[in-house]
C-alpha cells in the first residue's frame, strides 16, 4: 500500500470520527429537543387547561370560574351604586342654626376627586376600616354644598348624643371613611368571616346566633328552639343546596339541613329604628314639659300648703286667743248670772216687801177714808141737828 492510500485511509478515518462526533450530538440535540417539545407540548396543554378551568371554573372541586366570578361581581354590583373611597372627615362642628335658632351639625370632609358628589344627594357613610378594629357604620348624611374635593355634610336626621360622639370619635382618630350612595344589600357572605365577638359588637346579643350559625348544618328542631329567623335547606352529599327544576331550594320538613338566615332590608330598619327613635324621644320631651309643669304645680301646691300652715299657725294661735277670750267672758258671764240671780233675788224681796208696803198702805188709806167719811158723815149730822 502506498503512502497516499495510508494518508487517505487516515483522512478518511478522521473524516469518518468527525462524522460520528457530529451524528452523536446530532442524535443528542434531537432527544433534547424531542424531549423540550413534549415537556412543552404537555406544559401547554396543562396551561391551555388551567385556562379553561379559569375560564369556565371546575365543578368537580367546586372552584368558580372567570365568568361565574364575574357573574357573582356583577350581581353583587347591581344594586351598589356609586362608592367613593378614602374620604377624610375634615371637622365635625356643632352650633346654632341662625335661621331655625336650632341646633345642627355640620362635617367637612376632603377627597380625592373634584365634585364626587352632587349636593343635595344622600349618602350612606361607614368607617373604612375592618369591624374587628371597631368599624361601624356612622349614618346618612345630605350633601350640603360641593366645594372642589371638599364636600360638606349634614345628618339626613338628627344624631343621638352616642351618634354625635362617634362621629366626632371617628374624625378624631383620623379614619377614612366611605361614602355609598346606596345602602350595601344584606347578603350571606358579607358577615360570614366574622367572630362570635366581632358579631357580638355590632348587633344584639340575642341575634349573635342567626348570623354565626349562617350557612351550617344543623337540626331544624335546633333552630325552632333557638328561635332563628330563617330557613332549614336540604343539602346534598357534597354540602351543596338541592333545588329542583325551577331552581328553588327545597327546605327540610324534618332533620338536619343548611339553615340560611332570613335577609334583612337594613335601611328600612334604620329608618323605623330612627322613627321610634324619633316618636320616644317627642315622648320623652313631653313627659319632661309635664313633669317640669307637675314639679311647677308641686312647687305652687308646697308654697300654698306651707301657706296654708302658717294660715292654720296663726288662726290656732288666734283660735288659743280666742279660747282665752270666750273662758273670760264664761266667767265674766258666770260671775254676771250670780250677780243677776243675786241680784234678782234681791228684787224679787224688794218686790215682795214693796208689795207689802203697798198693801198695807192701801189698806191704811182704805182705813183712813173709812174713818174720814165717818168723820165727815158724823159731822154733817151734827150740823144737820
Not at 375592618?130 to 345630605?142: H, N
Not at 311647677?296 to 294660715?311: G, K, N, T, V, Y
Amino acid at each position: 500500500m502506498s503512502i497516499w492510500n495510508k494518508v487517505l485511509l487516515g483522512c478518511i478515518f478522521v473524516a469518518a470520527l468527525a462524522l460520528f462526533v457530529l451524528s452523536a450530538r446530532a442524535l443528542q440535540a434531537h432527544r433534547y429537543w424531542r424531549e423540550s417539545y413534549n415537556a412543552h407540548e404537555k406544559a401547554l396543554a396543562a396551561e391551555q387547561q388551567r385556562a379553561k378551568t379559569l375560564l369556565e371554573g371546575d365543578s368537580a372541586s367546586g372552584e368558580m370560574g372567570l365568568r361565574q366570578v364575574s357573574f357573582e361581581l356583577y350581581k353583587l354590583l347591581i344594586g351598589r351604586g356609586r362608592v367613593l373611597a378614602g374620604a377624610r372627615p375634615m371637622e365635625v362642628t356643632k352650633d346654632q342654626d341662625p335661621a331655625t335658632k336650632q341646633d345642627r351639625v355640620r362635617i367637612r370632609i376632603e377627597t380625592d376627586l373634584p365634585n364626587a358628589a352632587e349636593s343635595q344627594s344622600v349618602l350612606h357613610v361607614f368607617e373604612e376600616k375592618p369591624v374587628s378594629e371597631g368599624g361601624r357604620y356612622l349614618g346618612q348624611f345630605t350633601v350640603a354644598n360641593v366645594a372642589g374635593t371638599q364636600l360638606e355634610l349634614n345628618p339626613s336626621v338628627q344624631l343621638s348624643p352616642a351618634e354625635l360622639k362617634r362621629v366626632q370619635d371617628s374624625q378624631q382618630a383620623g379614619t377614612t371613611w366611605r361614602l355609598h350612595e346606596l345602602m350595601p344589600a344584606d347578603s350571606h357572605e358579607i358577615l360570614a368571616g366574622l367572630s362570635d365577638d366581632e358579631l357580638k359588637a355590632m348587633f344584639p346579643e340575642s341575634a349573635v346566633a342567626e348570623y354565626s350559625k349562617d350557612g351550617q348544618v344543623m337540626l331544624k328542631q335546633d333552630a325552632e328552639q333557638m328561635g332563628l329567623q330563617g330557613k332549614v335547606l336540604l343539602v346534598d352529599e357534597n354540602g351543596n343546596i338541592v333545588r329542583n327544576e325551577q331552581g328553588v331550594e327545597t327546605e327540610v320538613a324534618d332533620g338536619k339541613g343548611m339553615y340560611v338566615r332570613q335577609l334583612r332590608d337594613y335601611r328600612t330598619l334604620f329608618s323605623e329604628i330612627r322613627r321610634l327613635r324619633s316618636n320616644t324621644q317627642a315622648r320623652i320631651e313631653i313627659a319632661n314639659r309635664d313633669k317640669q309643669f307637675l314639679d311647677e304645680s308641686l312647687a305652687d301646691a308646697r308654697a300654698l300648703q306651707q301657706a296654708r300652715q302658717q294660715e292654720i299657725q296663726d288662726l290656732q294661735q288666734e283660735l288659743t286667743s280666742t279660747r282665752r277670750q270666750r273662758d273670760a267672758v264664761q266667767g265674766h258671764q258666770t260671775a254676771l248670772a250670780a250677780a243677776i240671780d243675786t241680784m234678782q233675788q234681791a228684787i224679787d224681796n224688794m218686790m215682795a216687801t214693796n208689795e207689802a208696803t203697798v198693801a198695807e198702805i192701801a189698806r191704811i188709806q182704805s182705813e183712813a177714808a173709812r174713818v174720814i167719811n165717818a168723820r165727815t158723815i158724823g159731822v154733817a149730822r151734827a150740823d144737820a141737828q
